[in-house]
């Protein structure tokens, strides 16, 4: 099993509609979760962080997490097409621990 | 304030040759991060420095792989006889370690490299 899993995508969805990348991740003692967003030609660039269990919202984007089920997800709301780019999720364990990225999911918005 | 710097943006060598690549993190970040990404695959992480030291060099593909940080800061990654399956965008990330909380890591431009 790898350590971050992701949807494997593409997703495509139209413009304005609701976007929902998900993640599961295999060790359980992980602590801090995170988005990062990836333009093609371009280099990562952190969307959002989450700890605790629940809801973050920021803007037009929330992340949730789930502990107990080893589950994040990213929802991107009214959807533009600026925001179609890979969408990359990493967990980590502790201060001492490597960052674990996932394999990423791309994501077209439709005009 | 600056962000992490990677030189050069581009590297183009010939099978065989050795190259450095070289990343600045942002002043403070004690973690500094090593990844290669090949064209439209994810990231494939390479080592991790806390401070001076590598707790993490799992990632190094072969021994003609190696990275050092000196300083707390520069760090440099090394390829000895480069082989053309090392063509890759490599990315530098750096974060602040703390004792609890999130550890957003921030990353440089990468450097191209092409072996001939």
């Known amino acids: 099993q790898k350590e971050v899993e992701q949807n494997s995508g593409p997703l495509s969805v139209p413009e304005g509609a609701i976007a929902s990348l998900n993640c599961t991740y295999s060790?359980?003692?992980?602590?801090?979760f995170f988005w990062y967003r990836q333009y093609s030609g371009k280099s990562p660039e952190l969307i959002m962080f989450?700890?605790?269990?629940g809801d973050k919202e920021d803007g037009r984007f929330t992340a949730q997490l789930n502990k107990a089920s080893q589950y994040v997800s990213l929802l991107i709301r009214d959807s533009q097409p600026s925001d179609s780019a890979t969408y990359l999720c990493?967990?980590?364990?502790?201060?001492?621990?490597?960052?674990?990225f996932g394999p990423g999911t791309s994501l077209s918005v439709i005009p | 304030g600056a962000g992490v710097s990677q030189s050069p943006s581009n590297k183009v060598t010939e099978k065989g040759k050795d190259v450095e690549l070289r990343c600045d993190p942002i002043s403070g970040h004690t973690a500094l991060y090593w990844y290669r990404q090949s064209l439209g695959q994810g990231l494939e992480f390479l080592i991790y420095?806390?401070?001076?030291?590598?707790?993490?060099k799992s990632g190094l593909p072969s021994d003609r792989f190696s990275a050092e940080r000196t300083g707390g800061s520069v760090s440099t990654l090394t390829i000895q006889r480069t082989q053309q399956e090392d063509s890759a965008v490599y990315l530098c990330a750096s974060s602040f370690v703390l004792t609890s909380g999130p550890y957003e890591q921030y990353f440089g431009p990468g450097t191209r490299l092409t072996v001939t």
């Open positions: 060790d359980r003692g992980s602590q801090s």
């Open positions: 420095f806390q401070g001076n030291s590598a707790p993490d």
């Open positions: 989450i700890y605790s269990n």
């Open positions: 990493a967990v980590v364990k502790t201060s001492y621990d490597k960052v674990i």
